[in-house]
């Protein structure tokens, strides 16, 4: 009870915080660490912090550790994102679905299909992505309907049906 009400005996003095940074700006984790880190070793309710720091956009997963007597370490990962899925979400390297952030990547190839079909549409990408290369172009949008029928667009406007059965081969 004494720690709560005097913060000033026990500061934080040391925050750490590690991660790769590509899309999580320092203010948005300053703006969320340091607010409680000011009440004091004992104030800090790592639960409150773990997710304030996990409802940022891009943060994959937080890890939050306080350590006797005065530092305070924070462990971010971010979502690398492969493509936007749909109008609300991003879909990461590793095939992890995730909310679209505000500040969205619109150079990155869309991707429209079931929610549960992930692996098969990167798995379609990768194979049709090198296809077009040699001629200059890349492919915008893979589309998978829920029949399982495929279609591309490419850097030019050019749309390919490729449709259902084996998508390599066609």
Known sequence: LNGWSAGARWPMRHRSV?????QVSEEQVRAAVLPPVGKGFFAVDLDRLRGKLAALPWVKHVEVRKRWPDRLEVSLS???PLA???????????G?????????VATLPLFVAPDTRTTDVMAFYSQARPLFLGSGQSVDTVVMSARGSWNLVLSDGMRIEVGRGDPQAR
Request: no cysteine; charged share 30%.
């Open 18 to 22: 590690t991660g790769e940074f590509r």
């Open 78 to 80: 971010e979502y690398k």
């Open 84 to 94: 936007r899925w749909g109008e609300s979400q991003m879909l990461s390297e590793h």
């Open 96 to 104: 992890e679905l995730f909310p679209a952030p505000d500040n969205l």
